[in-house]
């Protein structure tokens, strides 16, 4: 028998604690224990622990839990979730306990906890594998991308962690990291074009983080290539407005021109980036972009006087990066 154990957070919030007294309540009927409970009697409370109902309001409250990020007492519930899923009659379909799966792994992903976060992947593409997906609805299709999206970002972020400048077993190490992510972020954007084509954000960032992984290991050409992918579809995709996406895609590409020697393609690209980002109020990308620009004109400066300058704009409040 499962029972939700307290809030881990703060346990103030009186939906959960009800929902805690369902389940507790649901689980003892379950096991055909003695009930102790005022709620016995409650012909309302009663009805609400059929599992099916009980179910939807877990799931709902998951949900809530998660977009107001307090994983701990999500991931609470999308476990019981998962548990009470694996005994209803009439059973849920795998794209039920797929979801369930994929939001239990990010709740880990989240608190760096990558073993269990790629446990829980592994469970869900066993049920939903991609090379199996041929006939399946465009929902199923996005939600295993998805799926592959966070495995290749948890492999990244691994690879990250890693000291380029290390040889031997890191070296390798590296390697494999780095081909896993591609992988998985390959296998993300081809579900996604299978299901919106080339013109979409979400393949935009897909092309954007294999460049990432490309740069990463040296592979400047073909990152460069995919960097300038990413830029022109979300030029196209979204629009003219300042957007930090672009800014990101410009400043990538701005770097990778750099490694090659590029320093005045380099520069142009870091000045157009500025110029998005002072229009983007709480974000933090804009003071690296100032930073990495004024260095660059440093190195310039006796070979040209005509470089952008690297103004400090208008006061903003920095924010979070956009990478």
Request: contains cysteine.
């Amino acid at each position: 028998m499962i029972l939700l154990e307290g809030n881990q957070t703060d346990g103030n919030s009186r939906e959960l604690r009800t929902m805690k007294a369902k389940v507790s309540f649901h689980e003892s009927i379950a096991a055909n224990a003695d009930v102790n409970s005022d709620n016995v009697g409650n012909p309302t409370f009663v009805r609400d622990t059929d599992p099916h109902t009980l179910a939807s309001e877990i799931k709902e409250l998951a949900l809530a839990s998660t977009s107001r990020s307090e994983f701990d007492d999500a991931e609470e519930l999308w476990r019981y979730l998962l548990h009470l899923q694996s005994g209803l009659t009439p059973p849920c379909t795998d794209d039920e306990v797929v979801a369930t799966l994929a939001h239990i792994g990010r709740c880990c992903q989240s608190s760096g906890r990558y073993q269990e976060a790629m446990s829980c992947y592994r469970d869900a593409l066993q049920l939903k594998a991609p090379c199996q997906l041929k006939n399946e609805p465009p929902e199923t299709k996005l939600m295993v991308a998805c799926i592959l999206y966070d495995i290749g970002m948890i492999h990244s972020e691994l690879l990250f962690q890693q000291n380029p400048s290390d040889v031997g077993d890191h070296q390798v190490k590296r390697k494999l990291l780095a081909d896993k992510a591609i992988k998985s972020f390959q296998l993300s954007l081809d579900l996604r074009k299978s299901c919106f084509g080339e013109q979409h954000h979400v393949v935009a960032s897909a092309q954007h983080n294999i460049a990432a992984i490309l740069t990463r290991t040296g592979n400047h050409i073909a990152a460069k290539a995919l960097y300038e992918k990413s830029l022109a579809t979300r030029r196209a995709v979204l629009g003219p407005k300042p957007h930090p996406e672009v800014a990101s895609s410009l400043r990538h590409l701005a770097m990778v021109h750099r490694m090659n020697g590029e320093n005045q393609q380099a520069a142009s690209l870091l000045s157009e980036a500025l110029e998005i980002l002072y229009h983007i109020p709480h974000n933090g990308m804009l003071q690296n972009v100032i930073i990495e620009l004024s260095h660059l004109k440093r190195e310039l400066a006796p070979r040209s006087a005509s470089l952008p300058e690297a103004d400090s704009g208008p006061d903003l409040v920095l924010g979070t990066t956009v990478t």
